[in-house]
């Protein structure tokens, strides 16, 4: 992250270079990317956000004289790379996975400093003062995540890493790693080669994203009371009819359907099937 740009609409995007480098965050890594995965990135994310699907965006692309080595195809045929940076940016980099690192290790004075700053900088409805606000941002997060999910879905959008780390709380899309569209319906679909337990083929995105946010849950609780840890887990459980909802919504507008049918779903499951039949 390398500052935050306020620009002449007011609007607050937040910075970050990828293939800069090691940071003091790096794992085993060398903190590089190839120019491949960067030209991806750009593109993708661009026509994400031209599609109306929530997500980051790419300012710049700059060529790095720096040679990377990668292996692709995690075969063992490691070679030689162009490297590239790519300066994106989005409202905000925070993730659920930022809020789940610092309750696994106990640091429950910095978890709640830190969902403070998140909902007063970026979830302005919810009122600071307001005792439930822990549970007003949970279940904000519960049906913005379902509809994004369900916008993934409804352009053939897979994800192809979809842990907590890359789940953004404020439920765009960020981290264009082995992303890949569906050419034809397969729920099986998989774009990540290394994915070989199919964890997050296309048709697990939903139930992944319902697994994320229960991780979600179990960060918060610490900071819950008991009546609000019972209704917190209430807000979980509707995570489906708020998935299944948009899920029809989109595709109802996709098939030009108008009106409410009770055979809407059953049209759509079944056109479903047909596609991955032909």
Known sequence: LVGVYTNRHGER??????????????RNGDGRAVLRSSVREFLCSE?????????????????????????????????KERGAIVLRLAKSWFRIGSLEILAHSGELDLLRRLLDFIIQEHFPSIPMNDSNRYLEFFSTVVS????????????????????????????????????????????????????????YK?????????????????????????????????ILKGYDEHYYSRFTELFKTKLGLLGENENDNYLIAFLLKVSLLC
């Open 13 to 26: 995007w937040e910075l970050q270079l990828k293939g800069s480098g090691k940071t003091p965050y790096s």
């Open 47 to 79: 026509a994400m956000h031209y599609l109306g699907i929530p997500t980051s965006r790419a300012a710049s692309l700059v060529v790095s004289d720096d040679d990377v080595w990668r292996d692709q195809f995690y075969n063992g045929n490691i070679k």
């Open 144 to 199: 913005e995540t379902a509809n994004l999910i369900s916008l993934w879905m409804s352009v053939g959008f897979a994800h192809g890493v979809c842990n907590t780390d890359n789940f953004s709380l404020l439920s765009i899309t960020i981290d264009y790693g082995p992303f890949g569209f569906m050419d034809s319906y397969d729920p099986n679909f998989v774009p990540n080669t290394s994915d070989d337990e199919r964890r």
């Open 202 to 234: 296309i048709g697990n995105q939903a139930s992944v994203g319902q697994f994320n946010l229960s991780k979600l849950l179990q960060a918060l609780k610490p900071l819950l009371d008991p009546r609000q840890k019972q209704l917190a887990s209430q």
